[in-house]
């Protein structure tokens, strides 16, 4: 069974910073694309950022790039999302996703989500 487990989050002030993680079992994480996800209150699901299988090529939306930045750890089957800079707009349940392939847009198998607000 596939299981993706996000932890990280929390209440930050604006231009602070947080490190999510994302624990991966149930399948062999290092031939596989992951994404962040994230949806903000009252709005639809949006894609954050995406990683190859071995952390090669990685992507991520204009409204984060130069911020945000992913990687992973193919031994410890471990995501992560460094945030910096973080903005109010920022504010969101964040959801780490396994892809089929390697994507720029919502989609894949993802887990419960961790909540990020940015506020002072």
């Known amino acids: 069974e596939v299981q993706l487990v996000e932890s990280g989050g929390g209440l930050v002030q604006p231009g602070g910073s947080l490190r999510l993680s994302c624990a991966a079992s149930g399948f062999t994480f290092r031939s596989f694309a992951m994404s962040w996800l994230r949806q903000a209150p009252g709005k639809g699901l949006e894609w954050v950022s995406s990683i190859n299988s071995i952390g090669g090529l990685t992507s991520a939306a204009d409204s984060v790039k130069g911020r945000f930045t992913i990687s992973r750890d193919n031994v410890k089957n471990t995501l992560y999302l460094q945030m910096n800079s973080l903005k109010p707009e920022d504010t969101a349940v964040y959801y780490c996703?396994?892809?089929?392939?390697?994507?720029?847009?919502?989609?894949?198998?993802w887990g419960q989500g961790t909540q990020v607000t940015v506020s002072s």
């Open positions: 996703a396994k892809r089929e392939r390697y994507s720029k847009e919502v989609g894949g198998y």
